[in-house]
């Protein structure tokens, strides 16, 4: 393929160190001692933050923690994540992380428990509320504590980003705390942990992943080395994310679209998203729907919209041609008429197949769906801004942005 980005060769690339493969999460004690680089004889004092309920139910919580305790590892297990994470949460974690004199912070779970226990090791070392952050009064200069994370859904990226989306139930928001300091020190990709998670969730948080590689591949500052993260991720998720949904337990696509959501969250955490997650985030503290849904539904429609540029129509032919190579199209009956000719037509097909692959994962087609009504509408556009709508390849405004959002009804 065309390097399209070789133009922008400056970027700034942020990694944690990667552990990738089936029962890696074995390694989580010996990690958890030698991130902290203490004697072995020592006792750790491990802070581990989860759900409330999934990791028990699947069986891994308690292998979990026999492999800590073997490691000479005292545990405090804080599952007190429902749903998305709150400023109240994070800011009682950070307390009793303090009070128990914690040396390592460990998130296992979905993005929601990762974006917990990123803000968590943050504030201890930093001090303040999750408050002072949003409002700028503070920022992360100091290392956070010692923090490893393992996810159990494919579709956030919040392992590899450097920033925590987290909601105050107080203002009604739903807002970033970031800084470069706070990325995870090692990630532990092991795709057992994601077995257990069930369809609805393995579709909305592999929308999600689809989502954010999309966006990033046509963001304003999509660069040459996010693009090639970006491909890298779409290859894997495309074809994956329709066979999955129906194939919970095949190993063999839960480690594509755990490799894929990684690659994804390589290639934003370098190059920003869109319009889609600009919308999101009103959309969920407002109406309490899931992320995930939020940006499959709304994909389409923004694709629809940034399809007018040359450049973009270009990055759209390229997931074309990823899209009829991986025969997805003969493996799963899409029901979708054959690929045509030309730059601009390409691009409008793919973006129906996207549109296909989200329907044949109930992902709802329209916001009417999912209760949301044409009086809604103003509410959410006053409230789509931030780094996401800014790096949208098409810029917006408030009329543009409603017009989106009318289309999808």
Request: charged residues 25%; hydrophobic residues 40%; glycine residues 8%.
């Amino acid at each position: 393929m065309e390097n399209l980005n070789f133009s922008k060769k400056d970027f700034l690339f942020r990694s944690p160190r990667i552990i990738f493969g089936k029962g890696k999460i074995s390694l989580l004690g010996e990690q958890s001692r030698a991130i902290c680089e203490m004697d072995t004889n020592k006792k750790i004092n491990a802070f581990l933050v989860t759900g409330k309920n999934s990791l028990k139910n699947s069986g891994n919580l308690e292998k979990i923690l026999k492999n800590l305790n073997e490691a000479k590892i005292s545990v405090y297990v804080y599952n007190e994540i429902e749903g998305e994470p709150t400023t109240l949460v994070i800011n009682r974690g950070k307390e009793i992380a303090i009070e128990n004199k914690i040396d390592v912070i460990i998130g296992i779970g979905g993005g929601s428990v990762i974006d917990s226990a990123k803000g968590i090791s943050g504030l201890v070392t930093n001090g303040g509320i999750v408050e002072d952050y949003h409002a700028g009064k503070r920022s992360f200069d100091k290392p956070g504590l010692p923090f490893i994370v393992a996810p159990t859904t494919s579709g956030t990226g919040s392992e590899v980003s450097n920033n925590a989306v987290i909601i105050d139930p107080a203002r009604g928001i739903k807002q970033s705390i970031r800084g470069d300091k706070m990325m995870a020190h090692i990630v532990i990709l092991d795709p057992e942990l994601v077995l257990s998670c069930p369809k609805k969730y393995t579709a909305f948080s592999g929308a999600d992943a689809l989502v954010q590689s999309i966006e990033a591949f046509v963001s304003k500052s999509s660069n040459y080395l996010s693009d090639i993260f970006a491909i890298e991720s779409i290859k894997l998720l495309l074809p994956s994310l329709p066979k999955v949904v129906n194939d919970l337990l095949n190993i063999e696509l839960r480690e594509k679209m755990m490799l894929g959501s990684f690659l994804d969250g390589l290639a934003f955490a370098n190059s920003k998203l869109g319009a889609v997650h600009g919308f999101a985030h009103p959309i969920g503290v407002k109406h309490n729907i899931n992320h995930g849904l939020i940006c499959g539904l709304l994909l389409p429609y923004v694709m629809k919209y940034n399809v007018e540029l040359e450049h973009v129509q270009k990055k759209y032919v390229y997931i074309t041609d990823i899209a009829v190579q991986s025969s997805i199209i003969d493996e799963v009956d899409l029901k979708i008429t054959e690929c045509p000719n030309g730059i601009k037509d390409k691009a409008l097909w793919i973006i129906e197949l996207i549109r296909k692959i989200f329907e044949r994962c109930e992902i709802p087609l329209h916001l009417k769906d999912i209760g949301i009504t044409e009086e809604d509408i103003d509410d959410i556009v006053k409230d789509t801004k931030g780094s996401s709508l800014n790096n949208n390849p098409r810029d917006t405004d408030k009329e543009s942005l409603k017009q989106i959002l009318l289309n999808a009804l």
